[in-house]
């Protein structure tokens, strides 16, 4: 399983968990794998305290943070006015399906998320003041100050893609580790699956490394990957049912009898197209009544405080908010149906791909001797 990568950044097996839970990177990395830390919905200072958390917890071993820096998004300041057609459309939905709101004493979700330039900017600032080996950017390529300070720190570099052009322009802009992935992924996702994409991009960014992802939950599938020219693998929805994951138990509950086609790309949560449960809530916003997303971040501030008190009332008897209840999740959530600790994930992966190779290596010797065999007995024959 050992591969360039596992040199490049100090790791034993080629799996990079994507996870926003601290206790899930920490316990991929001290599995031997490289635990990634989503850092798009922190603050500086709630940054600093989980990468200082995961120091502690790793000492030593290898970890990096990701953010979100879209290509585009609308420029907020302050407290963005969000259209009152889109505030009434959600709270009517909330109340059709009895979703009662929050105690008076606990605080609304404001759903601020860090995307801009400037808040990659002071999140990078915390980051480089931890012993990171990778920093990672989805949606657009890495400006050139981030791609500098990173290499100048010896930090790698890596960059989620959809399609080889995107590929391509990550590489330009400096990305050292390309990360292919296929529709099949949980979050924002494009329309090329994962078999057709990991080639494609390899042959448009030959040499660089590349990591697999979407879709990818069991050890016969990082084999699959690997097959396919990957360095190793790059999951996000297989840590969502660890023992470790924050996931709302509501939600871990539906992935747990969810099958693969229980799964939508939808725009509700953030306003561009990411993998998610299908529920009531998806369903909603595709409805005739649903009023046109809004862009990034502006859809993550009018749902998540309708995400939150989902959630919340998600068991309270007589609410449907159970029936709302959705959370980013890829395909292979189908073969999701036990909560495993992180590190036993890790484990079978290693298992699991073990098992795939020595089978390959015995059809082959097994393949081998049976043409011996054949060429034996023709050679009888023609005596
Ligand atoms: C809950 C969840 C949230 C995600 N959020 C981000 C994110 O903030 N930044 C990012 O680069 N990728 C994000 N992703 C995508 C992952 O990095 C990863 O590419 C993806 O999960 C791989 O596909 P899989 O879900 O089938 O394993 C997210 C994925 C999930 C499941």
């Not at 073969?335 to 298992?351: G, I, S």
Request: proline share 6%.
């Amino acid at each position: 399983m050992h591969t360039p990568i596992c040199d490049r950044v100090g790791i034993e097996f080629p799996i990079f968990a994507f996870s926003h839970c601290r206790d899930v990177v920490a316990a991929v990395t001290n599995a031997g794998g490289f635990g990634v830390l989503g850092a798009t919905g922190h603050t500086p200072g709630t940054l600093d305290i989980d990468l200082t958390w995961i120091d502690e917890q790793t000492r030593g071993k290898p970890y990096g943070v990701d953010l979100l820096l879209p290509a585009s998004y609308a420029e907020t300041s302050g407290e963005p006015r969000l259209p009152t057609g889109h505030q009434a459309f959600v709270e009517e939905l909330l109340a059709r399906y009895r979703v009662p709101g929050l105690p008076a004493d606990v605080p609304a979700a404001t759903g601020s998320i860090s995307v801009s330039a400037r808040d990659a900017e002071s999140l990078l600032d915390v980051a480089f003041g931890h012993p990171i080996r990778l920093v990672a950017s989805a949606l657009g390529p890495p400006p050139a100050d981030l791609v500098a300070r990173a290499h100048e720190a010896g930090v790698v570099v890596a960059a989620l893609v959809g399609t080889a052009e995107h590929a391509r322009r990550q590489q330009a802009a400096g990305a050292d580790l390309i990360v292919a992935q296929g529709t099949e992924a949980g979050g924002h996702t494009g329309t090329i699956s994962t078999m057709v994409l990991v080639p494609e991009v390899i042959r448009a960014v030959h040499p660089a490394p590349v990591l697999a992802a979407g879709g990818i939950v069991t050890g016969a599938q990082v084999a699959a990957a690997m097959a396919l020219g990957a360095q190793g693998v790059w999951c996000g929805s297989v840590w969502l049912t660890t023992e470790e994951a924050e996931t709302h138990p509501s939600v871990q509950q539906k992935m747990l009898v969810a099958s693969s086609a229980d799964t939508v790309r939808s725009r509700s949560l953030t306003g561009k197209p990411a993998r998610m449960l299908r529920s009531a809530w998806t369903e909603e916003w595709e409805g005739e009544k649903a009023p046109a997303t809004l862009p990034m971040p502006l859809q993550t501030m009018l749902t998540a405080g309708a995400q939150q008190r989902i959630n919340r009332h998600a068991a309270t008897e007589g609410s449907g908010a159970q029936q709302l209840a959705t959370y980013f999740v890829g395909q292979g959530v189908g073969l999701l149906d036990r909560v495993r600790p992180a590190r036993v994930v890790v484990e079978q992966m290693v298992a699991d791909y073990v098992a795939v190779a020595e089978r390959f290596a015995a059809q082959l010797s097994e393949g081998a001797q049976l043409s011996e065999g054949a060429q034996l007995s023709e050679g009888q024959h023609s005596e």
